[in-house]
Structure formats: structure tokens, C-alpha cells
């Protein structure tokens, strides 16, 4: 990457990525949970050292990152009373902290929203599901992460 080249991040599935990436993860996880040298993990999963340090400083978990993160949902929402109220019960149930919630004035019945969530350690592996449930709420068109830290 060329020195003013902006950096640009998305949210993939890994089931999607190439092969040598997923190799790549397979060797950080190994040398993350069982604590073996990454020359034993790159031979163990089978992949050359050039693609392991050709790929590895740009492969990081979503989860990983510490033990508090802040992350924005925005959302596309039908102007209806009480969806925004099911959002937040889902987000409470989970036992994440709302920081902030930014809900502009409805266009065309659908109303942009953004709300800026806290989780801890203990919270971050419940987002998934957290979203697969917002997403299931009826008059949510539209949900993506727009940001982390």
C-alpha cells in the first residue's frame, strides 16, 4: 500500500475470502490458542511463510481489540410508532450500553437512525446475534455497522 493510499476496512464473511487468507487465520488462531511458534503453525496449516507475512499484519478479528468497544448501527426505518423502542429492548437484553441514538425526521416513511453502542468483553461475541435480531424487527429495511473502534 502506497504511503497516502487511505486505508479502507469492511466486514466480511470469512467464508468468502481466499483460501491463503483463510490460512492466514488459521495460523493466528493457532499461535493465539495454543500458544505454538508461528514457523509450527504455518507448517501445520500448510501454507508457505511468504503468504503467512505477505497477508498477516492486514487480518485482524472483528472481536479483537480489547476489552471495551464502540461500535454505530445505522439503519433504514418505516415511520412507525415502537420500532426504534424494540431496537433498544434487544440492545438492553443483550446488556450492551446505548451511547448515543440519532434518529432524523422521516422521508418518504423511512427515517435514517444511528445509534453509537459500548460493549465489554463479556458483550462483544453477542453482536451477531444482536444484529440478526434488529434485522429481524418488522420495519427495518436497511442495517449496517458504520463504524468501530
Given amino acids: 500500500m502506497e504511503k497516502n493510499e487511505k486505508k479502507e476496512y469492511y466486514i466480511v464473511d470469512k467464508r468468502i475470502l481466499p483460501n491463503s487468507i ?51 448501527i445505522h439503519m433504514s426505518l418505516v415511520d412507525k410508532p415502537g420500532i426504534l423502542a424494540s431496537i433498544l429492548n434487544i440492545i438492553a437484553d443483550e446488556d450492551m450500553n446505548v451511547l448515543t441514538i440519532v434518529q432524523n425526521i422521516a422521508v418518504d416513511g423511512i427515517a435514517k437512525s444511528t445509534i453509537s453502542i459500548q460493549t465489554t468483553e463479556n458483550t462483544l461475541r453477542k453482536i451477531e446475534g444482536m444484529l440478526e435480531k434488529i434485522s429481524e424487527v418488522d420495519g427495518v429495511k436497511d442495517l449496517r455497522i458504520i463504524g468501530s473502534n
Avoid: C, M
Fill in 22 to 72: 483463510q490460512s492466514v487465520i488459521k495460523v493466528n488462531d493457532l499461535v493465539q490458542n495454543t500458544k505454538i511458534s508461528k514457523y509450527e503453525a504455518i507448517k501445520k496449516v500448510g501454507i508457505s511463510r511468504s503468504t503467512y507475512y505477505k497477508y498477516k499484519d492486514y487480518i485482524k478479528p472483528f472481536f479483537e481489540s480489547g476489552k471495551e468497544k464502540v461500535f454505530s
